[in-house]
């Protein structure tokens, strides 16, 4: 008799009602492997999706440090996942856009009050638990020798993990994205692709 | 025995993350109690047997090599293993090596953008590095002159791990990415592992879990 290894079956795994999917959030792209689940978001179902000037979107306060270009994503269901990958990609039109893209990445949960919908998180300001920083890209000088051309960068963080500055970062649910331009020479005319991988 | 084995086959057929779009190596997948784990052999990994005679143009007088892109899927933990096949005593230098991952990126529906080659902190995060010494002198048959065919195989081996969002030791950057990714191995003392001197063989593998 072979010994019982407690593996369920995968096509049984992934016929398993796991998680209803919101009408209020993207789930991303579901699949259960061994028990593990992973989501999958799309740019198409992030919201940055390479849409013109959709750097300089969303951003009512300009006050704050590093602030004069973002993004927010839509809302996202990542329920039962707690490591995440963040990938971008900007698409610069021409060579004088080439410049070093500095961003942080900050994500922000709806909370529960007395009102029938969600607490949104305010765009514009942050702080460190408002909108807690989980990652930064410094992406430098590309090597594209034609324009348009892209450049890219990825960031992994957990849930109850470290930024390098001291903040503890991620957090479990839904959360929205939101990148922010920390230096000024990004030119509005770039456009930008997010996508998320997040697992249990 | 079983040993809880998902057939490859059933594997690509799962509604996984379109893998079609990575045409990624999905490694020797294996569910052990509820834990995917995946190995990637040299094979896999395509770091294998590879001579070091790359040079990075970004960094000249050093060397690197990448692997193939890897389905990690569900995977969070990793561990590197990395072999060097010296077959001189010219080849036994002390030199130490930086593991980079990275991924490739999603743009316009379609389109998977490859990462740029020169190295970004967040185009390529540091996840391992490998300091591998010269070998015990007690075993150096000094008889034997470098190229001699006499001379025999070496290996010097080691091994890195990290996990997705951990600070990785010795930087104050969080390592790893989930999902697919590709590595990417450099000398980091470059004067000292030239492109040209360094023509051991590397073999790379890597184990991943959830």
Partial sequence: MSPFTGAVPVNQM??????????????????????????????????????????????????????????????????????????????????????????????????????????????????????????????????????????????????????????????????????????????????????????? | MSAALIPESQFDALPCISAAQYVAEAGDVEIVRGQITRYFS??????????????????????????????????????????TKMREKSHDTSMTILVYARAWVAAEPGVMVAPDPKLWPSAWSQVGRFRLSISDPLHVDPILPPGDPNWPIWYKSGSASWDVGAIVPGTSTQGGLTGGMALRLRAANGAGVDKSGFNAELYGSLIAAS
């Fill in chain 1, 14 to 200: 992934n016929s398993l009602p796991l998680l209803s999917t919101s009408d209020l959030a993207f789930g991303g792209t579901v699949s259960v492997i061994g028990g593990s689940i992973n989501r999958y978001f799309s740019p198409a179902q992030t919201g940055i999706n390479g849409q013109a000037n959709n750097l300089n979107t969303a951003d009512a306060d300009l006050s704050g440090p590093g602030l004069g270009l973002s993004t927010v994503s839509n809302l996202l269901d990542v329920r039962g996942c707690n490591r995440f990958s963040a990938l971008v990609a900007i698409k610069m039109p021409a060579a004088d856009e080439d410049v070093t893209y500095s961003l942080n990445l900050r994500i922000a949960v709806p909370c529960q009050a007395d009102l029938t919908s969600g607490i949104q998180p305010r765009f514009g300001t942050y702080g460190t638990t408002a909108w807690p920083l989980v990652a930064a890209f410094v992406i430098g000088v590309s090597s594209a020798g034609a324009f348009p051309a892209y450049k890219t960068g990825a960031q992994g963080w957990m849930v109850g993990g470290q930024y390098p500055a001291g903040t503890q970062t991620g957090t479990l649910g839904f959360i929205y994205l939101w990148f922010n331009f920390a230096n000024t020479g990004v030119h509005k005319d770039a456009v930008m692709f997010a996508s998320l991988y997040a697992t249990s």
């Fill in chain 2, 42 to 83: 040299p094979e896999a990994t395509g770091i294998n047997a590879w001579a070091g005679n790359v040079g990075d143009p970004w960094l000249p007088g050093s060397w690197m090599c990448y692997s193939n892109r890897m389905n990690c899927l569900g995977c969070s933990r990793f561990t590197f293993m990395l072999c």
